[in-house]
């Protein structure tokens, strides 16, 4: 028997398990791009830390005590940044990371009108997640260190009103 893995709010005392998946899930992107420098695999404990103590949204997946994923949203007037979808690699394929996607995009509804994230060019994986979910691709750009990203959106479902 499975266990479906819980999604909660995050705090400041995650940050060390947050960056440990997070360096773990991205080991796999950047053996990709041949980049071991990609910003999550750089990002430290205290800019962890900072996230987790300021405004932007972020979420944990947990099975039992153990963090098994996270991802963040940071809210920009209309616009939900969505980022860091990171998934320990032995969880990968579960449905964890969309279970993550679908509960941050539940978190800021009815207080945007879109979801925008990116993902490198070239992750078919993460790209067809994300399409999947309804997110469609509305342009490419470089990274900081120049590997090939693909810029998704997603209108934000409003909840029907009733007005009875």
Known sequence: MSVEASIVPAGVADAGEILTVQWAA???EAQHYSDPF???LTETLDEVAAVLAGPTIVLAARL???LVGSVRAHLDG???HVGRLS???DQQGRGVGARLLAAIEE???GRVARFTLFTGAGSARNLQLYQRHGYR?????PDPNGNP?????KSAVSPARSDA
Request: glycine residues 4%; contains cysteine; aromatic residues 4%.
């Open 26 to 28: 991205y080991l796999s």
């Open 78 to 80: 209309d616009i939900a």
């Open 87 to 89: 998934v320990a690699p």
């Open 107 to 109: 978190a800021c509804s």
């Open 149 to 153: 990203l693909a810029v998704l959106e």
């Open 38 to 40: 990609l910003p999550p």
């Open 64 to 66: 039992g005590h153990r």
């Open 137 to 141: 691709i509305v342009a490419h750009r």
